[in-house]
């Protein structure tokens, strides 16, 4: 055990944070951290916008389901996924990757290269006594967030980070048992699964009756059940295909 594996393993989602306001030298190593994660055959397929501006921070509140701390944090980072450099860097060189950027494989590559950044940022600012939270609900209306941050085609934003000092101490969410997520060889049998995923169910119901006092019992099990039964935000395909990405 080492203080940077002490780091992740303390990781909780803060939703509170004092009044502070990063200065600009933390914004770029944060940044710089962000950039030294790996990246696919190079591609850097993601951009950071930093939005500063407290009007356009509230308008994102209004589309991340008045989630007030998308305004009420010391910084606020949105990742995209971003192909639009490369469209310019093939005009420079006289080529064209218009077919390349509007495949599958395009999309899955951008928002693994953009998830990778992004966790590099979440464990700097962690190792440097601030909380963080990731805010995927501004996928619940991409094109508005586009509009907003005036994205360029090939550019999707994909979800936000809010860093900040934090104002509470909220308990760690129980993980999946390690050999839910884990499997040596060959994928658990699902007799095996089960049983876990019923301990499971008991283990976090426990946490949230104890959080909540009482008032909130369901498990993850169930939590998913509910949360999964109907498809969300089932608009993007149609907003990929607007900004050219992932049109095969």
């Not at 944060?30 to 501006?53: R, W």
């Not at 407290?54 to 509140?61: A, F, I, N, P, S």
Request: proline share 3%; glycine share 8%; aromatic share 8%.
């Amino acid at each position: 055990m080492n203080e940077t594996i002490q780091h992740l393993l303390n990781h909780r989602s803060i939703r509170k944070f004092k009044q502070h306001q990063l200065d600009e030298e933390t914004i770029e190593t944060l940044i710089k951290a962000a950039q030294a994660a790996s990246t696919s055959s190079y591609q850097q397929a993601y951009a950071i916008i930093g939005v500063e501006d407290e009007g356009l921070k509230r308008q994102l509140v209004d589309v991340a389901s008045g989630q007030r701390y998308v305004a009420e944090n010391s910084y606020f980072f949105v990742f995209c996924m971003d192909y639009h450099k490369h469209t310019l860097a093939a005009e420079l060189a006289g080529g064209d990757v218009s077919r390349t950027i509007e495949t599958t494989e395009a999309l899955v590559v951008g928002a693994v290269d953009a998830g990778l950044a992004a966790q590099n940022l979440v464990v700097a600012a962690e190792s440097l006594g601030y909380g963080t939270v990731y805010i995927g609900s501004l996928r619940n209306d991409a094109r508005r967030v586009s509009e907003l941050l005036q994205l360029p085609d090939h550019v999707v934003p994909l979800f936000g980070v809010a860093v900040g000092l934090p104002d509470q101490q909220p308990g760690k969410k129980p993980r999946l048992p390690m050999d839910a997520v884990f499997h040596r060889n060959t994928y658990t049998d699902d007799d095996t699964m089960r049983e876990l995923l019923t301990g499971y169910e008991e283990s976090t119901s426990s946490y949230y009756g104890e959080r909540t006092g009482g008032q909130r019992t369901e498990g993850w099990v169930k939590q998913m059940a509910a949360s999964m039964h109907e498809p969300k935000r089932t608009y993007l395909r149609e907003f990929l295909k607007e900004k050219q990405i992932a049109k095969d």
